[in-house]
């Protein structure tokens, strides 16, 4: 099936993990696919083993101001938008009494206000609506140790994504937000673990 046939997507973070994984997924659904990440190395690999339909972006969304560099890219190589799934980020971890805030800032700046500003200079080029998928995580919604800035930072996106799902409706652009958890199977998980599993 090719249901992306046609369609633009922008995948911030898309050079590894979830969001390459995402990127392969969307241009087999037909889709082109740029992906943002921070070694130029790394991207030249990956948009060879793409293909066609991929393009590379060096880009960090925890620069100030950064975002202008990303939407002079998509104006100049697109004509419009589709998809745009916020996937960068950076997960630190330290407890409540040992937080710096060197840590506690550079999450905020790029897992929260990166993701924000990226999407206020994207939302121009969504011309006939579109999606925007904001990448949270489980531990928005369950406590954990030496989480709490990272969580703080994910759980903002969740309310970013309820207020934003109602401001850009007048646009027809969907906004919805996934938490994925750890990729561990569930019966090696200690039985007292902070994580549990959620059905």
């Not at 793409?50 to 202008?68: C, R």
């Not at 999606?131 to 759980?155: D, E, F, M, Q, R």
């Not at 996106?157 to 919805?176: F, G, P």
Request: aromatic share 8%; hydrophobic share 45%; proline share 4%.
């Amino acid at each position: 099936m090719n249901r992306l046939q046609n369609k633009v997507a922008i995948i911030t973070g898309g050079s590894s993990g979830i969001g390459l994984a995402t990127a392969k997924e969307f241009i087999a659904q037909g889709a082109t696919v740029l992906i943002t990440g921070r070694s130029q190395k790394s991207l030249d690999q990956i948009t060879a083993e793409l293909g066609e339909k991929a393009y590379g972006i060096v880009w960090d969304a925890s620069i100030p101001g950064n975002v202008n560099h990303l939407s002079e890219f998509v104006q100049a190589n697109f004509s419009s938008v589709d998809i745009l799934f916020v996937n960068a980020g950076v997960a630190k971890f330290a407890s409540f009494e040992n937080m710096t805030e060197a840590i506690f800032d550079e999450s905020v700046n790029t897992n929260l206000k990166g993701a924000y500003f990226t999407i206020q200079a994207l939302v121009p080029f969504f011309k006939n609506g579109g999606s925007i998928i904001l990448n949270t995580s489980i531990n928005a919604h369950v406590g954990a140790p030496s989480a709490s800035v990272y969580a703080a930072t994910k759980g903002a996106l969740l309310t970013l994504a309820k207020n934003l799902s109602t401001e850009l409706i007048a646009k027809q652009i969907r906004v919805n937000a996934i938490s994925p958890g750890p990729s561990i199977p569930c019966c090696i998980v200690p039985p007292n673990s902070a994580f549990r599993r959620v059905s």
